[in-house]
C-alpha cells in the first residue's frame, strides 16, 4: 500500500522520535560518546607505544616522574574544567527561566555548543587517567613510559583550552535575548514548514472530514497524564486501512490527556482495533515540544514578551523583538492551505482525522496576551498595529476576519489605557519598530 500524503515528521515512528528528543534534550549522551572514544583512543595509542620506534619521534620523552606528573596536572584541571562548565551552565539555565520563561530551557538543554565542551573535558579526563594508570615497572624492571600517549593528552589539553575559550564566548552568546528568541523561532519555522507547506504541499487538496457517527470503538490512554507531543499518521493510516476503518484523535497535539481519558474514537470496522497497536503510534511526553506542534512555539515567544513586560522586568523592547518573530512566523504561513487534518489511503478512502492548529487559533495566541500584558506600552501597542495592518494586507480575504477582530480589539485597548488624544494618537501610529520610525505628517 502506498504511504499516505503527510509530512515528515508526521510519519516519524513515534517511539524513535521520543529517543531522538530525549538524546537530543539530554545533557549526557553527547559527553558519553567522547568518554567512549577516549577510552578507545587511549587503547589505541598504548599499543602504539607498545610497538617500538613507531612515530617515536611524537613521544614524549621525559621520565616516569615527570609524566605522572603531566599526566595528574592535566586530570585535575580537566576536573576544573568540567566542574566550571556545569557551574556556567546552571547560572544561564537559572537567568534564563527567571528573565525569559522557563519553557526556553528546553533551548539551553539542546545546545550542541556546551554538550561538546562537557564532552571535551570529560574526553580529556579520562583519557589521561587511563594512561596514567599505564606509567609503571614491567615485571622485567624496565619502566614503560607511553611516550606517544602522553604527547596525545597534551594535545588534547590544548584543545580543551581553545574549547575553553569558545564555550565562554558561546555561553556569554547563548544568553543574550535576541539569540534566545531567535532560536525559538527557528525552530518554529520548521514546524510550520512540515505542517503548513507551501502550495498544497502533503495535504490532500480534496479531503474533507465525512460526516462522523457514533464510533464503534474508543481507546483510552491507560497510564498517567502526559501531553500529546507527536502522533505517527502514517502509521495510524496503515492500521486504519488494515481494519476497514476510521480512526479519529480527540486531542490536540500538544494537549494534556489525563489518565484515563479517550484519545481515539474508531469508527466503522469488522472487528476491534488492538488498543495496543493504536496507542503505539502516539506519544505522550511530559511537556510539549515543536516536532508536529508549532504552536508551542508561538507560546514560548509569547510567553517571554509577557515576562519582558511584567513589572519585574518593564522591558517592552524585549517584547517587541518577540513580536516581530512572531510577526514573520504569521507571514509564512499566511497565504499557505490550511491543513485538513483529514489523512486517505491510496484508494482515496479517509482513515485518519484530526484536530489541527487553525489560522484563527494562531493568530489569537499570538496577540491577545500580549495585547493585555502591554497596554501601557507605546512600543507594544505600535508594533502591534505594525504587524496586523501588514498581514492584512497579504492575507486572502477568508483569513482577514481574524486580523480584524484583533485590530478592533487592539483600538479599543489603546483607547482605554490612553485618554489624552495626542497620547492615544502616537499609539495607533504603525510603527515597525515599535516607537521611533513615526510617519512624517
Same mark, same amino acid.
Request: hydrophobic share 50%.
Given at each position: 500500500m502506498r504511504l499516505p500524503l503527510v509530512s515528515r515528521r508526521e510519519s516519524q515512528n513515534t517511539e524513535l522520535a521520543g529517543v531522538r528528543e530525549k538524546l537530543r534534550t539530554g545533557f549526557w549522551f553527547v559527553p558519553s560518546v567522547f568518554v567512549a572514544g577516549a577510552v578507545v583512543l587511549s587503547l589505541l595509542t598504548v599499543r602504539v607505544d607498545r610497538a617500538d620506534g613507531i612515530l617515536g619521534w611524537?613521544?614524549?620523552?621525559g621520565g616516569p616522574t615527570s609524566a605522572q606528573q603531566l599526566l595528574t596536572t592535566i586530570a585535575t584541571s580537566m576536573m576544573t574544567f568540567t566542574g566550571l562548565v556545569f557551574t556556567i551552565t546552571i547560572v544561564a539555565l537559572q537567568l534564563a527561566s527567571s528573565q525569559f520563561s522557563p519553557r526556553v530551557l528546553r533551548t539551553f538543554l539542546r545546545d550542541r555548543g556546551s554538550q561538546v565542551a562537557l564532552g571535551v573535558f570529560t574526553a580529556t579526563f579520562v583519557?589521561?587517567?587511563? !594512561?596514567?594508570?599505564? @606509567?609503571?615497572?614491567? =615485571? *622485567?624492571?624496565?619502566?614503560?613510559v607511553p611516550g606517544i600517549s602522553i604527547t596525545v593528552a597534551f594535545v588534547l589539553l590544548?584543545?580543551?583550552?581553545?574549547?575553553?575559550v569558545f564555550y565562554v564566548n558561546h555561553i556569554a552568546q547563548s544568553?543574550?535575548?535576541?539569540?534566545?528568541?531567535?532560536?525559538?523561532?527557528?525552530?518554529?519555522?520548521?514546524?510550520?514548514?512540515?505542517?503548513?507547506?507551501?502550495g498544497t504541499g502533503s495535504f490532500p487538496p480534496t479531503a474533507d472530514p465525512p460526516a462522523l457517527g457514533a464510533p464503534t470503538q474508543v481507546i483510552c490512554w491507560p497510564r498517567f497524564g502526559g501531553v500529546v507531543a507527536g502522533l505517527d499518521v502514517a502509521g495510524l493510516v496503515r492500521l486504519a486501512h488494515d481494519h476497514d476503518c476510521l480512526i479519529e484523535?480527540?486531542?490536540? !497535539?500538544?494537549?494534556? @490527556?489525563?489518565?484515563? =481519558? *479517550?484519545?481515539?474514537?474508531v469508527h466503522g470496522g469488522g472487528?476491534?482495533?488492538?488498543?495496543?497497536?493504536?496507542?503505539?503510534?502516539?506519544?505522550?511526553?511530559?511537556?510539549?515540544?515543536?516536532?508536529?506542534?508549532?504552536?508551542y512555539g508561538f507560546r514560548q515567544l509569547v510567553d517571554i514578551a509577557e515576562k519582558a513586560l511584567?513589572?519585574?522586568?518593564n522591558d517592552p523592547t524585549t517584547a517587541v523583538q518577540a513580536i516581530d518573530r512572531l510577526h514573520d512566523l504569521l507571514r509564512r504561513v499566511a497565504c499557505c492551505p490550511q491543513p485538513s487534518g483529514v489523512y486517505c489511503d491510496d484508494a482515496g478512502t479517509v482513515r485518519v482525522i484530526r484536530p489541527v492548529m487553525t489560522w484563527p487559533g494562531l493568530v489569537t495566541l499570538a496577540f491577545e496576551e500580549i495585547r493585555e500584558y502591554g497596554g501601557t506600552s507605546v512600543q507594544v501597542h505600535r508594533r502591534l498595529h505594525a504587524c496586523?495592518?501588514?498581514?492584512l494586507e497579504i492575507v486572502p480575504p477568508d483569513r482577514q476576519e481574524p486580523l480584524q477582530r484583533q485590530l478592533r480589539l487592539q483600538h479599543r485597548s489603546t483607547a482605554r489605557y490612553f485618554r489624552d488624544p495626542e497620547e492615544r494618537a502616537l499609539a495607533q501610529e504603525r510603527d515597525d519598530s515599535g516607537l521611533g520610525n513615526e510617519e512624517p505628517d
Open positions: 611524537l613521544a614524549f620523552t583519557y589521561s587517567l587511563m !594512561v596514567l594508570v599505564q @606509567v609503571r615497572t614491567i =615485571a *622485567t624492571g624496565t619502566v614503560f590544548m584543545a580543551s583550552l581553545g574549547t575553553f544568553i543574550r535575548v535576541v539569540n534566545i528568541i531567535e532560536s525559538v523561532a527557528a525552530e518554529t519555522r520548521a514546524s510550520l514548514d512540515e505542517i503548513f507547506p507551501a484523535l480527540l486531542p490536540h !497535539v500538544g494537549d494534556f @490527556v489525563a489518565g484515563g =481519558a *479517550t484519545l481515539f474514537a472487528g476491534q482495533v488492538s488498543e495496543a497497536q493504536v496507542l503505539r503510534q502516539i506519544a505522550i511526553a511530559k511537556e510539549r515540544s515543536m516536532r508536529q506542534d508549532p504552536g511584567s513589572p519585574a522586568l496586523l495592518e501588514d498581514l
